[in-house]
C-alpha cells in the first residue's frame, strides 16, 4: 500500500513540475523575443509566417472612446473590480472582485521608417499600460464614471450613506476602475503571423499584409520597445519557475 507520505511527496512532485514547465515556456518565449530581430515594416511580404514588427500604432478603421477615461484609443481594456469581505476562521479576508470587463477597438496600423501593415488585435495577448482609478466606499464617482455606472446593469454605485442624526455613515464597498489602452502614436511591438492581403493596403506606403494570431501559438501586443516586452515576459515566467522548483525538491525531501 502507498503510504500517505508518498502520495503527498508525489502530488508535491507533480505540481513542481506543471508550474516549472508553464514557467519554462513564459522564459523560452521572452528569451525568442530577447533574441530576435524586428523586421523592418517593407519587408513583411517576403517574410510571411511568424514574424516580429516595431513602430507606432496608428488609426486603420478609426479609433474607439475608452469607456473610463474617455480617451480615444486603438484598443481598450476596461474592468470594473469591487473589493468584497469574507470571514475565515475568527478572522475575515478582502479581496477584489471583478464585476465587469471588456474589450474595444479593431484593427490598426503599425507604422515604421519604411512603411505600415495593418494588424487584427482579435486573439492577443496584450501588455499595456495599466491605469487605475480607485473610489472608496460611500464616495460619489465622478460624472464621467456614474454616466458608465449607470448605462452598466453588472456594476452599482457604491455612494450609499446612513443619516445618523448629528452626522452621516457612508456605506459601500471600496471600487476600482481599471483601463489598459493603446493609444495612436504610442510605440507598438507586435509578435505575430503575417499574412498577404490585397485589401490590407490601400494608400501609399501600405503594405498588403496583415498582422494575426492564426496558425501561430503566441499572438503579442504591447505598447513598448523590444526589450522591455521581453522583460515583461520574463516576469510571468520567473514566479512559477521559483514556486516551482520549491515544490519539487520539497517533494524529494519527503521521499
Given amino acids: 500500500m502507498v503510504s500517505g507520505a508518498l502520495l503527498f511527496a508525489g502530488g508535491l512532485a507533480v505540481a513542481g513540475v506543471a508550474l516549472l514547465a508553464l514557467g519554462t515556456r513564459e522564459l523560452w518565449f521572452a528569451w525568442q523575443i530577447y533574441r530576435g530581430e524586428p523586421l523592418a515594416v517593407y519587408e513583411l511580404p517576403n517574410e510571411l509566417g511568424p514574424v516580429e514588427v516595431q513602430g507606432v500604432a496608428e488609426p486603420d478603421e478609426g479609433t474607439v472612446e475608452s469607456p473610463i477615461s474617455g480617451s480615444r484609443s486603438l484598443i481598450?481594456?476596461?474592468e470594473v473590480q469591487e473589493r468584497r469581505t469574507t470571514s475565515a476562521g475568527k478572522g475575515t479576508n478582502t479581496y477584489w472582485k471583478t464585476l465587469d470587463e471588456g474589450l474595444l477597438g479593431g484593427p490598426?496600423?503599425?507604422a515604421d521608417d519604411t512603411a505600415s501593415c495593418r494588424v487584427e488585435p482579435a486573439g492577443s495577448v496584450r501588455h499595456l499600460e495599466e491605469q487605475t482609478v480607485e473610489v472608496p466606499g460611500g464616495t460619489a464617482l465622478p460624472d464621467r464614471l456614474a454616466e458608465f455606472v449607470s448605462g452598466?446593469?453588472?456594476v452599482a454605485a457604491q455612494d450609499g450613506t446612513i443619516d445618523?442624526?448629528?452626522t452621516e455613515l457612508k456605506t459601500g464597498?471600496?471600487?476600482?476602475f481599471i483601463e489598459r489602452r493603446l493609444d495612436p502614436g504610442e510605440e507598438c511591438y507586435v509578435y505575430g503571423r503575417a499574412h498577404y492581403d490585397s485589401g490590407a493596403g490601400r494608400?501609399?506606403?501600405?503594405v498588403n499584409v496583415r498582422v494575426?494570431?492564426?496558425?501561430?501559438?503566441r499572438f503579442l501586443i504591447a505598447d513598448g520597445r523590444e526589450r522591455s516586452v521581453a522583460w515583461d515576459v520574463a516576469k510571468i515566467g520567473i514566479v512559477p519557475v521559483v514556486v516551482g522548483a520549491g515544490l519539487l525538491a520539497l517533494g524529494l525531501v519527503v521521499v
Fill in 108 to 110: 490598426f496600423r503599425l
Fill in 76 to 78: 481598450c481594456e476596461w
Fill in 212 to 217: 494575426t494570431g492564426d496558425g501561430i501559438r
Fill in 164 to 166: 445618523l442624526g448629528v
Fill in 203 to 206: 494608400r501609399g506606403g501600405e
Fill in 173 to 176: 464597498n471600496d471600487q476600482r
Fill in 152 to 154: 452598466n446593469p453588472n
